[in-house]
Structures are given as C-alpha cells and as structure tokens.
C-alpha cells in the first residue's frame, strides 16, 4: 500500500469525500495543491472558510443568502406578488439566466421521494403555506423538476396546501426541448408537448 | 462487451455525478439489476422520461465491470395516473420498495416480475387500495412465508381467530393471541387471494375490511423485512 505524507493523506481522504470525485481525481487534486503557489492555495482555502462563514439559507426563501435574506427577496424591483418554488437554490440560477422571471422564490430545499422516505414534513412546505398566508401571494409557479417525484411534490402543493387560499397555481410546462428530434422524444414527453400544443 | 437485451421494471434510481443515474431495475431473466444511464439529467437526453420509477422498458445494456450501462430504452408500459394520484403514487412506491428488498441482484425470479408487472398496470388502471394487500400476500408466497389462515398457529383450534402474527407463521385464536387484529372478513379475503381468487376479492371487498388489510399488509412486510418501508410512512401519513 502507497503511503504519502499524513497532511497529504488527509488532504487526499477529504477530497474524494467531495461528490464526483473519485481515490483518482482526489490524489491528482492533492498535488497539483503541492505544486501551486502559496497564494493560490490559500486563495482556495479561503474560499471555502468563506463559504461556511458567511453562507446561510435565507429565513424567508431558503435561498443561499449572505445575510438573513437574500438579494433576491431584498430586491424591492421585484414583482411581490408571485412567488416561484423550485427545489434546490441552483434551480433559482437556472431560471434567472432566463430573464423571463422577475418575481420571488421558494426553495423546498428537497422533494416528496416515498422510495427515500422522503415526505412533506421535511421539506420547506409548511413554511410555503405561511408565506401565501401572509404575504398577499396572487400566483404560484410549481417550477419542481418535471421527474416523478417532482411532479408528485407539485400535485400535493397544488392539491393538499394551495387549494384553500384560492390562489392562481400554475406548473412549468413541459414538452420538447428546443434544438431536439422529434423522432427520439419519449412517448410521455411528446403526449405532453401535443396537449399542451399552442394556435400559431 | 457483452450486450443483452431485457423487460425491466425501474424501481428507484439515484443521483450520479454530473447528470447520471444509478437505475435499479428489476429484469425478467436476471432479477435485479443495476445500471448507469449516462447524462440521463440533461434535458435532451435521449432516454427522457422511459426511465422513471415504475415505468416497465426493454432495454439494452451492456455489462460493465461493477455496473452495467444503459444503452437505449423503449418504453413498454407507462403508469400515467401515477403522476397525478399522489395516493396511487404511494402505492405503486410500496410495491417497488417491497421487490428492492426482496430481491437479490442476478437472482431471477420470472414469477416476482410478472406479479409486479400485474399489480402497477392494475394499480394505475384502477387504483384500487387493495391490490398493496393483495400484492404482499403473494410476495411473501414467493417468498416462502405464506402464512397459514386456516387454524391458531399454535393450538390449531379453527373458531375464535382473532389475529394474525407473521412472526408465529399465521393467524392466533382468541387465547394464543399476539400481533394485529384480524376479523373474519379480511381472512377469508386473504385466503382468497392464495386461492388465486384476486379479481374476486378486489371487486367484492368491503371498504372497512379495504382498510383492515391495508394496515396488516403494512404490518406484514414490517416483519417480514425486519424494518418499517420507508414508503409505507410516507404515503400512508402524508399522501392520502
């Protein structure tokens, strides 16, 4: 067995904890570290103490936020009354590189996954229904991924949670993707994109 | 590389690297099976949606060293009510979960297929709350811990049966009694359905008796696998 230095080892052993990278990856990341200038890896190190020290959820979407809330929920030019759940905060940069949103977020930080054990009361939902209660919400947009499980998280939000505050709830639609074959579209994908087909 | 062609139930899959999925399927002739569907994530991927937990697909793969590959998929049957009943959705999670423990990778059991196969496409036609029942009365047949309904485990009285205990192997008379309530009704259905009488029990049952068996058939596969389904709590708490 190959026995490096111990700080090496360590450094080794955490990197391959990260997701993606393999024992591989891990040793070949470690020394290239080695070799760097001092200014590099500290610029490194640095950014990840940042990151712990300055990062939190946001207390009112879940977003990340470097103070209590986020920018997004901070942005007065922000249209108030519409709010859009998503399931993790890298779906909000998904949909802000669009630039056809200009209301708020909610990140459920997860979904409803049965096969997980994965229900309702561990995600960011309740905290969603004393949202709409309280912050004159007019329309929801379910933008969960368009899987199994997110569909099953949009359903229950839109039936079990939104129904009573008689709210507009709308779903991202789904259909083909720009660019695409058609011949190569699965049968479900397609049955959607022909009954949520537009007059031209 | 050898490349193989196979009908396969997906039963869960899992997040891998960038845009991959570990997907666990439950084939016709290798029983279960783990395969990577590389960059099943991206939106223009070409397996789409064929790839979704409880979508029956025959599929190529091909095998690797650790896990087999994915190469194409056709879809076979869709269970498209899934999507919009959260309850059936729930349901259909039971199922999958109970073969994921019950099988064994590269242990076939053509028998287990069919079963599951029957009970989603009858899931996702009508709904009915007690194909889960029916469902896990004939795993634990394949299984090999039918339990026995006729007569108390212990003293073999017939009359006075009261509850049934899958760790004693069967239903308990008023005096030996352990484990869950069972009444007349649910026995009698139970023993119809290892009589091969399900679409009998599925049409005639009575909604309280539904019930009853519901929650004993969540008792069983308790015991029978030594832990609580994740998906029972989920959908029997939070999705009904």
């Not at chain 1, 026995?3 to 990341?29: C, F, H, N, T």
């Amino acid at each position: 067995m190959t026995s490096y230095a111990k700080p090496v080892e360590v450094l080794i052993d955490e990197l391959g904890r990260l997701p993606g990278i393999g024992p591989k990856s891990a040793q070949r990341i470690a020394f290239h570290l080695l070799k760097v200038d001092r200014i590099d890896s500290d610029r490194l190190a640095n950014a990840i103490v940042d990151l712990k020290d300055k990062i939190s959820f946001c207390e009112r979407c879940f977003n990340v936020s470097e103070g209590e809330e986020c920018t997004i929920c901070i942005d007065p030019r922000r249209n108030q009354a519409v709010l859009c759940v998503v399931e993790e905060p890298k779906d909000i940069s998904a949909i802000e590189k669009t630039g056809a949103y200009h209301g708020r977020y909610h990140v459920l930080l997860g979904v409803i996954n049965p096969l997980e054990g994965v229900g309702p009361d561990q995600i960011k939902i309740r905290e969603l229904a004393h949202r709409v209660a309280a912050e004159s919400i007019t329309e929801v947009i379910l933008c969960t991924n368009p899987n199994l499980e997110g569909e099953t998280t949009a359903a229950f939000i839109a039936n079990k949670i939104l129904k009573p505050f008689e709210i507009k709830v709308t779903r991202l639609a789904s259909g083909l993707p720009v660019g695409g074959d058609l011949e190569y579209a699965d049968e479900l994908t397609l049955g959607r994109a022909l009954e949520g087909r537009q007059t031209l | 590389m050898t490349l193989y062609r196979e009908d396969a139930v997906v039963l869960r899959s899992y997040k891998l690297g960038e845009a991959d999925r570990i997907i666990v399927l439950y084939t016709r002739t290798r029983g279960k099976t783990r395969a990577v569907a590389k960059g099943i994530r991206r939106t223009k991927s070409k397996f789409g949606a064929r790839l979704e937990p409880s979508t029956v697909v025959h599929a190529q793969l091909y095998e690797g060293r650790n896990l087999d590959i994915v190469t194409q998929v056709e879809t076979r049957q869709v269970h498209a009510s899934f999507r919009r009943d959260l309850m059936r959705y729930g349901r259909a999670a039971i199922l999958l979960e109970a073969v994921d423990l019950a099988s064994e990778e590269a242990e076939p059991s053509p028998a287990l297929f069919k079963l599951l196969t029957g009970a989603l496409r009858e899931l996702d036609r009508a709904g009915n709350p007690l194909i889960v029942p029916a469902f896990v009365a004939k795993l634990l047949k394949l299984e090999g811990v039918q339990p026995m309904l006729e007569a108390c485990v212990e003293c073999s009285r017939s009359d006075g049966l009261v509850s049934l205990d899958l760790s004693r192997g069967g239903v308990l008379c008023d005096r030996c009694r352990s484990g869950g309530f069972m009444s007349a009704g649910a026995r009698v259905a139970m023993q119809h359905v290892f009589e091969g009488h399900v679409r009998h029990v599925l049409d005639t049952t009575e909604n309280s008796v539904a019930e009853e068996l519901q929650s004993l058939s969540s008792i069983m596969l308790d015991q029978h696998f030594e832990r609580r389904l994740r998906s029972s709590r989920v959908a029997y708490e939070h999705l009904s």
